[in-house]
């Protein structure tokens, strides 16, 4: 009797269990396996750890944490990866932990895993949210087949400041842009089922305002407004969080003068209750610790504050893993607060498939058919060409003829160490394409391609140091750098067409890579200077991972290309877009300026009550010694078709809830080859309960036109679009007027207007 009760109570309990939703299951499944975990081992799902870099041969994992695997301490490792190393160390937590917790295995996979795309900046250029989209899931199928299924990718921190080397890894300094790339993204990483094999969790960061940093020092305090937070800065971030993001990272700066990590109006106000983000938060590299130096406290109680804020999971720091049972104890922090931190990593976990199998990400034989094949790089090449933006071209210099002889020169011309750029931490720069050799591979033996390294990168030993923190000093040749010069112009005397490549060493951008100079390093434009000066057309080909300050560049060059640090095929898409097998068609997503003075530039500012247009000549906003617009606006990029845009017309001048109207333009490719043209639309609100900015991008397409062909582009525009944060923070569209703009560009764009009518 007593055993057939117990029998249709398991039978009654688990017919529940089957009845259950999937989420309702994992939370059965995440109760049952907590009801079973000491304060210690709830405390040590909360630990993120790195054995660090150039992990030690013969044990995967330093000593701590191997101890703490088995101790159940660490709930998640970063900085290993391959199928060996995850799965010595998951198999330490599976056989040796108590209760057998899989580890979670993250990393920096920011633009590819091991086939490295375009820094992120220059992927945004693209304006192809599908061509991201498939740049990130490639980066998960490489990723997860090297053992990872965390990736600590996308970095949405909208950047106005190019003095911030941290612009590299963003998508610039559009929200309305920024968020259709975030969304993007998190699809490409997450895909619909986060359980299969080739999927991974994304991470959104830094959350939040990272970007925005005073002086554009990296770290450095933020103080805004909510106002401006809500409308400009969070939009990505929440866009991320809409598309299902599993994990977000808190940033290491402050907002309104508390730490993000410890900032609970940021983490569960806003991020929990308002956004209804569901998944973990992960501090970022000892920020739980940096709040230290922040001076709130000391480590037990900044760990608290992070705890109390909603922050889950310490990287790295171990202030959660040393002190949280202390603060339980001094009533500082809650059972609770735990319990939801481990939870919530669990969870994660689960919806990982990680307790189905902890070695799904495990498979020797993926590495060698997945990662770096040649559909990858083929994706690269082509990924890696519509990145980059034509600055100028004169006269028709570009594209070259695949003939005669290319005098090619420049200290990254023929550079495998810098062609990946910033955060390629699992990227073999020996595996690069460089310039030199897509010159070769494109042109085949019709062109003869004289070469001169022509210039160092730095001539300053003490800067050559700093750009290199994870290799050898930048090289610096042991010619004069007037030896150099030389032998660069007889080079180019012998030539039909010169090109010259220059730009940034890979990590004069990126994280603490800040910079008050954004000219070219003095070695360098005393070199392409002396290009100039020779009178050869010369065509300039820029590597660099912000934008930089070059208007005697604009003025002296014939054609200058933004190549971005544009990954494993940069030398093969670079002569791809050089000899005209693809025309490109990247437009900026951040404005360059003319001098740092000018920064933070950006298009979507607000107007001043003293514009710089018409009125007083002396009393108007402005600088005397440079004109206020960037030297390339937001939007730029030329291309070698020429598109001309007709008039803008409305289906209606009035627009009323719930519905819409059409604004239409006629796009003609004027030139002798077909192009793809990226059409903007932006919209002015003319008059606001607060002020507006003088353009807001609200719409683009990319379109392909053959020669001479004209296409009517439509983008409907309902009250969506107007919806702006008021200063009680509500977002609503308010009526009036407003003005439509679509163009080439920010800057060149053609005009009409209706009226909101509610
Ligand atoms: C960076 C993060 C990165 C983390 C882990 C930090 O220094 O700010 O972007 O994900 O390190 O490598």
């Known amino acids: ?339 939801d931190a481990c939870r919530r990593i669990l969870e994660a976990k689960y919806r990982l498939g990680l307790f189905d199998d902890p070695f799904r990400y495990v498979n020797d034989t993926r590495p060698g058919k997945e990662i770096l094949t040649a559909e990858n790089r083929q994706a690269a090449r082509e990924i890696a060409a519509r990145s980059m933006v034509l600055l100028k071209n004169d006269r028709q210099v570009l594209p070259l003829k695949k003939s005669g002889t290319i005098a090619l020169i420049g200290p990254l011309a023929n550079n495998h160490t810098e062609m990946l750029g910033t955060w390629a931490v699992s990227g073999d720069n020996t595996k690069s394409i460089t310039i030199q050799q897509g010159i070769q591979n494109v042109s085949g033996n019709s062109v003869s391609i004289v070469y001169a390294k022509g210039a160092n990168i730095t001539d300053d030993s003490a800067f050559a140091k700093r750009i290199s923190p994870f290799a050898k000093p930048t090289e610096i040749d042991a010619r004069h750098p007037d030896d150099m010069i030389h032998e660069a112009i007889d080079v180019a005397a012998k030539a039909d067409a010169v090109v010259v490549v220059v730009g940034e060493a890979a990590e004069m951008s990126g994280e603490s890579a800040s910079r008050t100079d954004l000219d070219l390093p003095g070695s360098q434009r005393k070199l392409v200077e002396a290009l100039i000066k020779t009178g050869k057309p010369l065509v300039v080909v820029l590597l660099n991972g912000r934008p930089l300050a070059l208007p005697w560049l604009q003025e002296g060059a014939s054609a200058i290309l933004e190549a971005w640090f544009a990954g494993t095929e940069a030398g093969n898409a670079i002569a791809d877009v050089l000899f005209g097998n693809y025309n490109p068609s990247g437009k900026l997503t951040t404005s360059f300026p003319r001098n740092v003075g000018q920064v933070p530039i950006y298009y979507n500012h607000k107007n001043t009550g003293r514009p710089f247009e018409g009125g007083d000549p002396k009393f108007k906003s402005d600088y005397l010694d440079v004109v206020n617009e960037p030297l390339y606006p937001f939007g730029y990029g030329l291309s070698y078709s020429s598109f001309s845009y007709d008039t803008v017309l409305l289906s209606e001048t009035t627009l009323r809830p719930g519905q819409s109207i059409t604004a239409s333009v006629t796009v003609t490719n004027k030139g002798d080859v077909a192009g793809e043209e990226t059409v903007q639309l932006y919209i002015r609100d003319m008059v606001g309960s607060v002020t507006r900015p003088l353009k807001e991008l609200k719409g683009f397409k990319k379109i392909m036109l053959k020669a001479h062909e004209a296409v009517k582009v439509d983008f409907s525009i309902t009250e969506n679009e107007l919806k702006f944060y008021n200063s009680d923070l509500k977002y609503a569209a308010e009526p009036g007027d407003f003005k439509v703009f679509i163009g080439t560009n920010s800057r060149d764009v053609k005009e009409a207007a209706f009226r909101l009518v509610k």
């Open 1 to 339: 009797m007593r055993r057939t009760l117990l029998l249709l109570v398991t039978l009654f309990s688990l017919l529940h269990i089957a009845a259950q939703t999937p989420d309702a299951k994992m939370k059965t499944f995440v109760a049952g396996l907590m009801s079973k975990m000491t304060l210690d081992e709830k405390i040590g799902q909360l630990n993120l750890v790195t054995p660090g870099w150039g992990v030690p041969t013969g044990s995967v994992v330093s000593k701590g944490v191997e101890d703490n695997i088995r101790k159940g301490r660490v709930g998640g490792l970063f900085g290993i990866f391959g199928p060996d190393k995850v799965r010595q160390a998951q198999t330490l937590a599976m056989n040796e932990s108590r209760l057998k917790i899989p580890l979670i295995f993250g990393l920096d996979v920011i633009h590819g895993h091991k086939t490295i795309f375009p820094i992120p900046l220059g992927l945004s250029c693209s304006w192809d949210t599908a061509l991201i989209e498939r740049s990130a899931r490639i980066a998960a199928t490489e990723a997860s087949a090297d053992g990872l299924c965390w990736v600590f990718s996308p970095m949405v921190d909208i950047a106005r400041d190019a003095r911030w080397g941290r612009i590299a890894e963003g998508s610039g300094e559009d929200p309305y842009l920024g968020s259709k790339i975030a969304r993007a993204m998190v699809k490409g990483y997450q895909g619909t089922d986060l359980t299969k094999d080739n999927t991974v969790m994304a991470c959104v960061k830094h959350f939040a305002l990272y970007g925005a940093a005073e002086s554009g020092r990296d770290y450095n305090t933020t103080d805004m407004s909510r106002i401006r937070m809500y409308n400009e800065y969070l939009p990505p971030y929440k866009a991320a969080v809409d598309a299902g993001v599993g994990s977000v990272m808190s940033s290491f700066n402050e907002i309104d003068g508390i730490p993000a990590t410890g900032n609970r109006w940021l983490l569960t106000n806003l991020l929990r209750t308002q956004w209804g983000f569901k998944g973990f938060v992960v501090s970022d590299y000892t920020s739980v610790n940096e709040m230290i130096a922040h001076g709130m406290g000391d480590l037990q109680a900044v760990s608290a504050q992070a705890l109390n804020a909603g922050l889950d999971m310490d990287m790295v720091g171990e202030g959660f893993l040393t002190t949280l049972q202390k603060s339980l104890k001094a009533g500082t922090v809650t059972t609770k607060q735990i319990d």
